[in-house]
Every structure is written in C-alpha cells, then in structure tokens.
C-alpha cells in the first residue's frame, strides 16, 4: 500500500452552496478537494484515485444517500473515513451514522473550525488504520539469539 502524497478530500455534494464552502474552508489546508454530485462519480473517482477522506451530503441528487455511499466505501479493502453533513443533524442521526461505521456528522451550513477538525480527525484515524493494514501485510523479520535475550531480559526486568 502506497502512502498518499497530496491526500485528496472527496465531497460528493451538489454544485452550490456547500461546495463553495467546503472550497473555502480548505483551499488553504494540506489537502486537495475534489467533488463530485453522484454515487457514479464516487464510484468513478475511487477506482481511479486514493482517496484520504470522503465528505458527503445526506441525501444526493441521484436518488441515493450517505448509506449508499458508506456501502461502497465499506466494499473496499481499505476504504477512507466517511463524513456525512446536513441541515438536520440531530442526535439520531448522529448516532445512525457513527453506528453504521461513518467516522463523523456535521451540521449545515459548515462551520470552518468544525470542517478542519473533522477532516483532519478523519484523515489521521485514516492513515493510522492504513499503516496497520501495512504492517499486518509486511513478512515478519527474523529473529536472532540477540533479540531474544533482550526479551528475556525486558520480561524481567519488567517482573513478568
């Protein structure tokens, strides 16, 4: 797995308001946005791109929602955090979207502060969870005689 040099911020959003948004909030930040308005484009841009963290509007245009979204997230080996926004972000919701697996809900119309450090939240959990699926996956190394006197010797030294 590769690390992701200039992490790409996905937001499946409508053109409009959240977009210009969402563009100014992070136009100065560590990421690059990028958008689309439907599930095809999600699907299109995931095949084609890594994405760090995809941001999206609860309900979409095509018809489908933030679930429809997270399932295909979900389908990848290693899928990107998910935040979902809306106008309504009550606790139900927010409560629905943390247990069916969404990293984080935010309310509309977007707060600057609240967008950086759910992203940022999002991007790092991201990368942490990367980094194990990394390391589950390398061989493991060798162990020489050195190394295990050094455990025998931490073992007790630490009294187990």
């Not at 295909?72 to 926004?85: D, H």
């Not at 919701?93 to 809900?105: S, Y």
């Not at 959990?125 to 390398?138: D, I, N, S, V």
Request: hydrophobic content about 40%; glycine content about 6%; proline content about 6%.
């Amino acid at each position: 797995m590769e690390r992701i040099e200039k992490p790409i911020i996905l937001g499946v959003f409508p053109p409009g308001e959240d977009r210009t948004s969402l563009d100014s909030i992070l136009s100065h930040s560590e990421w690059e946005l990028q958008f689309t308005g439907t599930l095809e484009g999600l699907q299109a841009v995931l095949h084609t791109r890594p994405v760090a963290v995809v941001f999206s509007e609860r309900r979409l245009p095509d018809g489908h929602c933030w679930k429809d979204v997270l399932q295909e997230l979900q389908a990848m080996s290693n899928p990107p955090p998910l935040i979902v926004a809306d106008r309504l972000a009550d606790d139900v919701l927010w409560t629905e979207v943390l247990h069916l697996g969404a990293h984080d809900l935010l309310t509309k119309p977007f707060n600057a502060t609240e967008v950086l450090r759910a992203v940022a939240t999002a991007f790092h959990f991201g990368e942490a969870k990367r980094e194990r699926a990394e390391a589950l996956h390398r061989p493991l190394k060798s162990v020489g005689r050195e190394d295990v006197e050094e455990i025998k010797e931490r073992s007790a030294w630490s009294g187990h």
